[in-house]
Nanobody, 125 residues
């Protein structure tokens, strides 16, 4: 089993930055991709970004492209989401999860499992 723990959320103002962390423990060799999703109140959980554990190729949602950067530290079994130029519409609970299937980076939440508990990001205007 893989366990994921998110951290780094908080309350910031528009234009500020935050860095989220997703720390993995357990069978960390058993997955291919780590993804970040977010869910705002009353909305569906949506894809934000994902990164291949091996090789480091990444993919972003259009809404965050150019503002967010996903990276990983294999030695620490941790994936980061650097969020710059935050906007009020980025307010949500952010979750990380893993894809065990390989292949192209999936953007659908159904491809992912082992979800963390989430970390709240609130951006005030």
């Amino acid at each position: 089993q893989v366990q994921l723990v998110e951290s780094g959320g908080g309350l910031v103002q528009a234009g500020d930055s935050l860095r989220l962390s997703c720390a993995a423990s357990g069978r960390t060799f058993s997955f291919y991709t780590v993804g970040w999703f977010r869910q705002a109140p009353g909305k569906e959980r949506e894809f934000v970004a994902a990164i291949k554990w091996s090789g480091g190729s990444a993919y972003y949602a259009d809404s965050v492209k150019g503002r967010f950067t996903i990276s990983r530290d294999n030695a620490k079994n941790t994936v980061y989401l650097q969020m710059n130029s935050l906007k009020p519409e980025d307010t949500a609970v952010y979750y990380c999860a893993i894809d065990r299937n390989g292949g192209p980076i999936p953007t659908s939440r159904v491809a992912y499992d082992s979800w963390g508990q989430g970390t709240q990001v609130t951006v005030s205007s």
